[in-house]
């Protein structure tokens, strides 16, 4: 009798069968990024700001998780659709971050670039402690889950990164004044550097309690962190401007290798600040400001129209594919509901922070301010308004779930996802009606901060009677700080714009001088369109008389 012989499993089938779920996987992001960007049109065309872009793809990211979550899809897939904070923070936020910094418009960012690291830096300092503190004081008091003072001030970090890409979205819709333009924007963009360096400090304090680390220490160790990133990602940005500059690679035939580089660097700024131990996020957002006014010049017209539309695209994607790929996740993930009082108190205590953090440096700023130049109230408040959560808080929580105690970390996590889907949904789908209540839309460029653009760069220096008061004497130590920025502007246009560039005069006089040489060419289209036209009209004219003529003469 033949002895049954038991065959092996094929792995074959079992790698067909995996690699099957991959391609449904992939299939079904590209259909949902499809669907985004289409219905994104959409509501932009109809100007149906209830429903912003962000929050029409974060609530199809929840839709199709919640029905993957409910079938038997789910364990097939999920592996494809897991939010992995590596992939986030190697893959899909530096194109968004550089595109921030490379596509900041120069003068009114530096107009106010006081004001911005104001409430970027300081305010994003206030916002962590104040947050932390509250969150740590309502466990005390048994109002919420209690965490370590530490675990509180990591959950403060994390949350005051803000992703105001609603409010931006409908200030370009419905125009606005473009000092608050750059306020939100630039507070945004530097404000998400900061919360990574804030928590990842705190993280290290945490991992490290044992060694009694004092306050100065930590806070030595975070401005090594923020500035030697700067100084990495500064350094990457005049090396390229060098580089494209005198290499000689705008010519026809080394056009193609002329755009790689131009796209390899920014990455290449990233990737050395993380492995130096620093933040490649602060890097390479100080790498597309430097490239973008140095760099960028000394391409050839056809790479600047390739590398313009290339980041344009790739930071559209990435960010659109954030939100949709967060969405997913918050639905297949599980979630930790028992503690509705924390998430409910943390929900009361950012709105406090961020309060905390907009008025309170508003009000220094004003302080140093000449009067044309005060924040007002009502932009205050759309500067409070426009703290939305987004993927950066979302992907630092899902981080703290590794980083701290189990229990403690996912009650982080499902708060943070209950704030980021509420401001997103929710508070992002009521901007457009809150941002018209408070008069912020519709300015253009006028408006008490519209004027800063006149005389010295875009910046009107204050004037300070002779006789000041001893509590002036900080107004007049900032006026000199405003004289050396003025110096810095005569600098960068003097010395650092013809050493690092190409040009030999000012950049935005040169861009001024090519826009008016395209409006001149228009004109001069439209101008022989015209005479064409009426050259056309003048014939239909003569074959109407003729045909008249031929007409009267036949009724003779």
Not at 122 to 148: D, K, Q
Not at 255 to 282: D, H, K, R, T
Request: glycine share 8%; with cysteine.
């Amino acid at each position: 009798m033949p002895e049954l012989q038991i065959s092996p499993p094929d792995p074959a089938g079992s790698t067909g069968k995996e690699q099957q779920a991959a391609g449904v996987g992939i299939l079904l992001q590209i259909m949902m990024l499809v669907l985004s960007f289409v219905l994104g049109h959409v509501l932009r065309r109809h100007k149906f700001y209830y429903l912003p872009e962000a929050s029409a793809s974060l609530l199809i990211g929840l839709i199709v998780g919640g029905l993957a979550n409910i079938s038997n899809t789910e364990t097939n897939i999920r592996t494809w659709f897991n939010f992995h904070e590596e992939f986030f923070f190697l893959f899909l936020l530096p194109p968004i971050i550089f595109q921030s910094g490379f596509s900041l418009s120069p003068k009114p960012f530096f107009s106010n670039f006081g004001a911005i690291v104001t409430f970027a830096i300081l305010g994003t300092f206030i916002a962590s402690i104040v947050t932390g503190v509250l969150v740590y004081l309502g466990g005390v008091m048994f109002l919420m889950y209690r965490l370590p003072f530490v675990e509180c001030l990591m959950f403060g970090a994390l949350i005051s990164a803000t992703d105001p890409v609603t409010v931006l979205s409908i200030f370009q819709e419905l125009g606005t004044d473009m000092n608050l333009y750059a306020l939100v924007f630039g507070e945004s963009v530097l404000n998400d550097a900061m919360a990574i360096s804030l928590y990842r400090t705190m993280s290290s304090v945490n991992s490290h309690v044992s060694s009694n680390k004092n306050f100065f220490m930590v806070i030595v160790r975070f401005l090594e962190t923020f500035v030697g990133s700067m100084s990495s990602g500064v350094g990457v940005g005049f090396t390229s401007a060098l580089l494209f500059k005198y290499a000689g690679l705008d010519i026809d035939n080394l056009q193609n290798l002329e755009c790689c580089l131009f796209v390899l660097f920014p990455y290449f700024s990233y990737m050395l600040a993380e492995g130096l131990g620093l933040s490649g996020i602060v890097s390479i957002l100080f790498t597309g400001i430097v490239m973008k006014h140095y760099s960028f010049s000394n391409l050839s017209e056809n790479s600047q129209q390739f590398a313009a539309a290339f980041f344009h695209l790739i930071s559209s994607l990435a960010e659109t594919f954030v939100f949709i790929y967060m969405g997913f996740d918050i639905a297949m993930e599980q979630h930790s509901w028992s503690h509705v009082g924390f998430i409910f108190f943390s929900i009361l205590f950012i709105v406090v922070a961020r309060a905390a953090n907009v008025f309170s440096c508003a009000y220094l700023v004003n302080l140093v301010r000449p009067a044309n130049r005060q924040i007002p109230l009502h932009h205050q408040k759309a500067l409070w308004y426009s703290g939305l959560r987004g993927a950066m808080a979302f992907a630092l929580a899902l981080q703290s779930v590794h980083d701290l105690p189990e229990g403690h970390g996912q009650t982080i996590f499902t708060a943070t996802t209950a704030i980021v889907v509420l401001t997103v949904l929710l508070i992002g789908g009521s901007t457009g009606t809150m941002l018209e209540a408070l008069q912020v839309v519709g300015d253009g460029h006028d408006g008490p901060l519209g004027e800063s653009f006149e005389g010295n760069n875009g910046y009107i220096a204050p004037s300070y009677d002779e006789g000041a008061s001893s509590g002036n004497k900080l107004k007049m130590r900032l006026k000199e700080f405003h004289r050396s920025a003025a110096s810095f502007t005569a600098l960068d246009r003097n010395y650092l714009t013809p050493f690092f560039t190409t040009q030999n005069g000012d950049e935005e006089e040169q861009a001024i001088r090519q826009k008016m040489r395209r409006v001149a060419d228009k004109c001069e289209l439209m101008e022989a369109t015209l005479l064409v036209k009426n050259a056309e009209v003048e014939a239909l004219q003569r074959a109407l008389e003729l045909s008249v003529e031929e007409w009267a003469s036949l009724t003779i």
